[in-house]
């Protein structure tokens, strides 16, 4: 079997077009709200409506709908439904695409999908609580799918409405769940036991972390950075992961693949954040389809980790030396 000489260049080269399509898209995207008959629309809806001061609907009330934020829904809808009359195109308007809501959610597709997203970590603690006790990645693995599942539920509630602070809470806890996904593969991938040098690991990401939330929350909310800042872990724990598989595919044949795929199912995944479109039906685009791809991606990942640990644990039962 022929291996790549060198197993980054691929995802590094693919990860880097990603980027730039991502800076690209959003410098262009976002220019319906600042389009002159939108904000002409807002305006008499609210000198209309909102000095009234109407009772809007329950399920607008408790997502925290005001009379001004339902005209800027009812006069996005009003003028995609005419552009696409003339066969114009579709815009986005702040940064978001013309969804129908559901039961006041923005974004009703995103909150499925990341429910789904969620109980999939959800639904592998109980298998995790079932490895050996003394299997050292144990409780390490426990707290990944804690940490997974709390930015699931940002990622819902951010997606059911969009404020600055569900905003903040949804990145904070994807980057989190990012960084402790390489904090236990360094642990796991180079057999890290010693007490010290777990806490000195554990203070390096909680510090990374600390200033990067820091940075973002009290100086500047720079969503290029934190784009470049979470690819570059990810990427980096993608690497890590691909060059195990390679130098174990001899050792591990049945099984030592999966890492691999993991990493390609999740480049295939992020490529839909690259070829960005409105949503079909006003309901489906390519973020909440990139939800819907991690799915399968969670459990697959699980799925090798508890047989990952039922191998290791094996051996050290046996008095077997550790497998780097």
Not at 107 to 132: C, D, T, W
Not at 166 to 172: N, Q, S
Request: with cysteine; proline share 4%.
């Amino acid at each position: 079997m022929i291996q790549p000489k060198s197993p980054g260049i691929i995802p590094f080269l693919f990860i880097c077009f990603i980027l730039f399509f991502i800076f690209f898209s959003t410098a262009l995207a976002s220019v319906g709200d600042k389009n002159v008959e939108f904000q002409k629309c807002v305006s008499e809806c609210h000198s209309s409506k909102c000095s009234l001061n109407p009772t809007l609907p329950f399920t607008l009330r408790i997502f925290v709908w005001s009379c001004e934020d339902n005209c800027k829904y009812e006069c996005m809808h009003q003028i995609t439904i005419h552009s696409k009359s003339l066969h114009q195109e579709t815009v986005q308007y702040f940064g978001k695409w013309p969804f129908y809501r559901l039961w006041g959610m923005q974004e009703p597709a995103s909150v499925l999908f990341s429910i789904l997203n969620g109980y999939m970590h959800y639904r592998y603690i109980p298998k995790i609580r079932q490895i050996q006790d003394f299997y050292y990645m144990k409780k390490f693995y426990i707290i990944y799918a804690y940490i997974g599942l709390n930015s699931w539920v940002w990622s819902t509630i951010y997606h059911s409405r969009d404020f600055p602070t569900t905003e903040e809470l949804d990145y904070f806890s994807a980057g989190l769940a990012i960084l402790f996904c390489l904090f236990i593969t360094v642990l796991r991938v180079f057999q890290i036991r010693n007490i010290q040098h777990t806490i000195l690991w554990s203070l390096i990401c909680l510090s990374a972390f600390t200033a990067h939330v820091s940075y973002l929350h009290f100086y500047k909310f720079d969503y290029g950075y934190n784009i470049i800042a979470n690819v570059s872990v990810g990427m980096l724990n993608n690497f890590i992961w691909t060059v195990w598989s390679i130098t174990h595919w001899h050792k591990r044949p049945d099984d030592a693949w999966k890492p691999i795929v993991t990493v390609i199912l999740i480049l295939m995944a992020t490529s839909l954040e690259i070829f960005d479109f409105p949503p079909w039906w006003g309901i489906f685009d390519a973020h909440s389809l990139w939800h819907a791809s991690t799915i399968y991606i969670i459990s697959f990942w699980y799925e090798f980790l508890l047989e990952d640990a039922r191998i290791e644990s094996f051996r050290e039962s046996k008095g077997k030396k550790i497998d780097k």
